[in-house]
């Protein structure tokens, strides 16, 4: 009986440990996972910008990923000075927004609309 104890033990501490490994990936890691997987399947990537009343103002493609960040906190208020999403296009171009966006896998601009 303890020997199976034992094994149950070593099998739950074995799950334990790979559960946490798993949820305490960084991000970065998550990210770089994303990307090996695009470039593995070949996949392009295109964003789209819309004003606040939901315009577009912007279509283009992705090279990569797009990334979220909030600018530091600025002095005692606790408040984030601004978020930005960014990213840098198929010639190398960088792109920095705060409007808000969608990201897909296909060209919408080269999406014909049945009306």
Request: hydrophobic share 35%.
């Amino acid at each position: 009986m303890q020997r199976y104890l034992k094994r149950y033990f070593g099998v739950a501490l074995a799950l334990a440990v790979l559960g946490a490994g798993v949820v305490a990936c960084r991000s970065e890691t998550q990210n770089q996972l994303r990307r090996n997987l695009q470039d593995f399947t070949g996949s392009q990537m295109y964003i789209t910008l819309y004003t606040l009343d939901g315009v577009p103002v912007f279509e283009g493609t992705v090279d990569g990923k797009v990334t979220r960040s909030s600018a530091a906190l600025s002095g005692d208020s606790g408040q984030a000075s601004g978020s930005y999403v960014f990213w840098y296009d198929d010639r190398g171009r960088y792109h920095q927004s705060s409007l808000p966006y969608l990201v897909t896998s296909y060209d919408r601009s080269a999406e014909v609309t049945g009306d």
